[in-house]
Every structure is written in structure tokens, then in C-alpha cells.
């Protein structure tokens, strides 16, 4: 079993920056960060692979989020910099086992384990 607890979500002006974190628990394959502002679909937003660390982001975050993960503390990260008041959502970082899935791999379809969620509100 898989549990996710995340963190460090707030208030922040436009231009200001953020860092998210998600503890893990239990053995995951791939972990990523998702948001859903109301009104709007989940979106992934950044993803890394557990062992090979490799990442990929959304277009809209590109540039401005980092994913990082580090193992001794089994915590993932989300750097988020140059904020945007569309960057305003609750946040929530999934997890899954699977080493296959032939779907996209920001689907919330992919991950079976989420968290509880942190709230990011960037102001104007």
C-alpha cells in the first residue's frame, strides 16, 4: 500500500514562488503532480520516474516547475517559480506501481495512489 501525504502549499503573489512536498510511503514506480483549479479538469503537471529520475512536464508549467525527488527522505517536490494566478489550484501528488501503461502518462488514469491534496493561491 501506497500512502502520499503532501505540504507547503499557500498563498503567494504573482512572480512569487512555491515548493511543494510529498512523502511516500511504500514502493511506487512513477510519481507525479497533478492540479484541479474548480470548474476545470485534473491536469498532470510534472511526472518522474522513481529510479531513473527522468521528468516531463506540462507545457504550461515548463520552465517554471521543477519536479525533483529525494530518495534518502523518500519526499517528491515540486519547485514552483515565476507563478502565475492560473497556477491557482489544489495540488495533489499520485503515485503508482504499475511499470506499463499504454495510455498518457498524465492521465489521472495511471496513478492509483493520491494524496489528500495542498491548496496554491497566487494572487495578482
Known amino acids: 500500500q501506497v500512502q502520499l501525504v503532501e505540504s507547503g502549499g499557500g498563498s503567494v503573489q504573482a512572480g512569487g514562488s512555491l515548493r511543494l512536498s510529498c512523502v511516500v510511503s511504500?514502493?511506487?514506480?512513477?510519481r507525479a503532480w497533478f492540479r484541479q483549479a474548480p470548474g476545470k479538469e485534473r491536469e498532470g503537471v510534472a511526472r518522474?520516474?522513481?529510479?531513473?529520475?527522468?521528468?516531463s512536464y506540462a507545457d504550461s508549467v515548463k520552465g517554471r516547475f521543477t519536479i525533483s525527488q529525494d530518495a534518502a527522505k523518500n519526499t517528491v517536490y515540486l519547485q514552483m517559480n515565476s507563478l502565475k494566478p492560473e497556477d491557482s489550484a489544489m495540488y495533489y501528488c499520485a503515485a503508482d506501481q504499475r511499470t506499463y501503461y499504454s495510455g498518457d502518462r498524465f492521465s489521472s488514469d495511471r496513478y492509483n495512489y493520491w494524496g489528500q491534496g495542498t491548496q496554491v493561491t497566487v494572487s495578482s
Open positions: 511504500g514502493y511506487t514506480y512513477i
Open positions: 518522474i520516474y522513481t529510479t531513473s529520475g527522468s521528468t
